[in-house]
């Protein structure tokens, strides 16, 4: 193992040390202490994200599309950019963005699905995990790094179609996959319907993320699930969109879906809350963006790269 | 075109440390404030960030927008907590009535009523002290970190060279996307687009944004290959990068980043402790209880 390696390794043990120790000197020193580890998970989650991402950069570390050159550093900054401001723009404080059936219009989740899936994973993650952390800032709400994680691993995953010799046979893995995880989410809603919706905020009528979830938001990931179907065999022979459009939606599947389940230790919410609350609301909808927006960029960008002759 | 964030040198607490330094510090400050939900614990944040505001040299005059958003949006986020009670079911399970205030009206049966709570008044406190600590302390980066010293600083950050530049060209795109953004939105307000109004069903009104959305994007990756060419012909990424500017710690720093580490470990242990919400006795005393 090389040193750099081995120094993080230590610099982890040293921490895990620290925790121990003070969890168990704490109580010695006043016995009503309770252990209330809420605060510190978030950034654990961080590494499970982290070392999912690392792994999956190993197994495949030979593989020409994880190249960083020139072009892709700028494309990073680009996509974390842009979606920097449009989540800033988007979300509802600076634009008043109408919202349909409890679903708010959060347009920007297509910037790092479409830069994952244009330039490459590394690019992806880049664009989600950076973008989400400087929307975050520009916003002023507090940081939450399980999200920019999860952000990350959606535009990572939407750029791992290059990872596959035969994209028409990954599409076809990919859906299985996202039918899989849509079936459980909607099943969890219809067992849990009269759960909360969490991510939906209406000030101006006082629902504060406590309105029961609707029909709609609640069948969301399978409304998005079957626009995506629809688009996919809609533009079967431009196997380009067709691949963008399947992989952001695994993307956004197991991206968001990391951060929410996260949030069952981080925020304490009980299983349901977190997949009925959290995950639906904001993955379905999300889904129809992909299904909507990335392909209409991935036509634009082509008819550039088809002017330019990059 | 770039255009920058309303960087210039101030002669302030936070530009006489090195930008590793307060950055460092800024992240140990982020991470213990999250740690926290105790407004004794808080306070002590809060004034570490009112510190660096006050003595930062930004000026009313030019940070007036940014200002204006951040207060605006906590102060509606505190009191609307306060109003309703939502968000900090987390941290409290027993709420303790002060006083009840029940507006003289009914509406359809139902009687408006506001509990005022020993919990819902120390938690909408908290949450203003803790967002305005982390908004405040964020809000200054820009205003003081030489766009210069960006890659420079993240390189000596530890990251390598690549991801380095990749964050500085993301500092200094964000302020230049943005005013695309909204040259876009005028140049498409003036033939008749108006995101305001944007009708339809749910999928009619996302395929409208693509107006907005597709211009801003694609522009920027035309654009971007004047910035590839220009690297690419100064040879970017082919050796170790050397960088114009030299950064070197002096004690000032190291006691900066000695300071937040203490205050990160520090906190970090007493998070594991104390999470909840502190409702001082007084106010438990009013409520009768």
Redesign the interface.
């Known amino acids: 193992m090389d040193r750099k390696l081995v120094s993080v390794l230590l610099a982890l043990v040293a921490v895990l040390v620290f925790f121990v120790a003070i969890a168990l000197i704490g109580p010695l020193v006043n016995p009503a202490l309770q252990l209330d580890e809420t605060a510190l998970l978030r950034f654990v989650f961080v590494g499970i994200g982290l070392l999912i991402v690392f792994l999956v950069y190993y197994l495949t570390r030979e593989r020409k599309i994880w190249e960083v050159g020139t072009r892709e550093v700028v494309y990073m900054a680009i996509g974390a950019a842009l979606y920097a401001i449009f989540s800033y723009l988007f979300n509802g404080t600076v634009f008043a963005v109408p919202s349909v059936s409890q679903v708010a219009l959060r347009p920007a989740i297509a910037i790092p699905m479409f830069f994952g899936y244009a330039f490459g994973p590394a690019v992806g993650l880049f664009t989600g995990a950076v973008g989400n952390m400087f929307g975050d800032a520009l916003t002023g709400f507090g940081l939450s790094p399980q999200w920019s994680v999860g952000n990350g691993l959606v535009g990572m995953i939407a750029g791992m179609a290059w990872l596959f010799e035969d994209k028409k046979k990954s599409i076809n893995t990919v859906i299985i996959l996202s039918v899989i995880v849509a079936a459980i989410a909607t099943a969890l809603y219809f067992l849990n319907r009269n759960q909360a919706n969490m991510v939906f905020f209406d000030p101006e009528n006082n629902i504060f993320g406590d309105q029961q979830i609707t029909l709609f938001a609640g069948l969301s990931a399978l409304v998005g699930l079957v626009l995506v179907l629809v688009v996919r065999y809609v533009f079967r022979s431009n196997i380009d969109v067709a691949a963008a459009v399947t992989w952001s939606m695994l993307g956004n599947l197991i991206g968001i879906g990391f951060a929410a389940i996260s949030d069952i230790w981080i925020n304490g919410f009980s299983p349901a809350v977190a997949i009925v609350g959290e995950f639906l609301p904001s993955a379905g909808p999300n889904m129809i963006f992909a299904a909507i927006l990335v392909p209409i960029l991935v036509a634009a960008y082509s008819s550039v790269q088809r002017q330019t002759g990059r | 075109m770039l255009v920058t964030w309303r960087y210039r040198q101030r002669n302030s607490l936070v530009q006489s440390f090195d930008p590793r330094a307060w950055i460092i510090f800024f992240g140990c400050f982020?991470?213990s404030?999250?740690?926290?939900w105790d407004l004794r614990y808080l306070s002590f944040f809060f004034v570490i960030a009112l510190t660096a505001v006050f003595t930062s040299g930004v000026t009313w005059k030019e940070s007036r927008r940014a200002w204006l958003?951040?207060l605006t949006?906590?102060t509606?986020f505190s009191i609307?907590t306060f109003l309703?009670g939502?968000?900090g079911m987390?941290l409290y399970t027993t709420e303790h009535i002060i006083t009840q205030v029940s507006a003289p009206f009914k509406i359809f049966g139902w009687q408006p009523t506001l509990w005022v709570t020993a919990e819902r008044i120390m938690f909408s406190i908290s949450m203003f002290a803790?967002?305005f600590s982390?908004?405040s302390m964020?809000?200054l980066?820009p205003y003081s970190l030489n766009p210069s010293l960006y890659g420079v600083t993240f390189r000596r950050l530890g990251m390598p060279d690549?991801?380095a530049?990749?964050?500085?060209?993301?500092?200094?795109?964000?302020p230049?996307?943005?005013r695309d953004?909204s040259l876009t939105m005028d140049a498409q307000r003036a033939r008749g687009y108006e995101?305001?109004k944007?009708s339809g069903?749910?999928?009619a009104?996302?395929?409208k944004?693509?107006p907005l959305?597709?211009p801003?994007?694609?522009h920027?990756?035309?654009g971007?290959?004047d910035?590839?060419d220009a690297?690419?012909l100064r040879a970017?990424?082919v050796g170790p990068r050397t960088w114009i500017q030299q950064l070197t710690f002096r004690r000032r720093d190291i006691a900066l980043i000695a300071f937040g580490v203490a205050m990160l470990?520090v906190s970090?242990?007493l998070?594991?402790?104390?999470?909840?919400l502190w409702v001082p006795d007084f106010l438990l005393a009013m409520a009768g209880g």
């Open positions: 982020l991470a404030t999250l740690f926290f958003f951040i949006f906590v509606f609307l309703t939502r968000g987390e803790r967002v982390i908004a964020t809000i980066i690549k991801i530049y990749g964050m500085d060209l993301t500092m200094r795109f964000i230049t996307f943005g953004f995101i305001e944007i069903g749910l999928f009104q996302v395929r944004l693509a959305v597709v801003v994007t694609i920027a990756i035309v971007s290959e910035i590839i690297m690419d970017f990424g470990l970090a242990a998070s594991l402790f104390t999470y909840r």
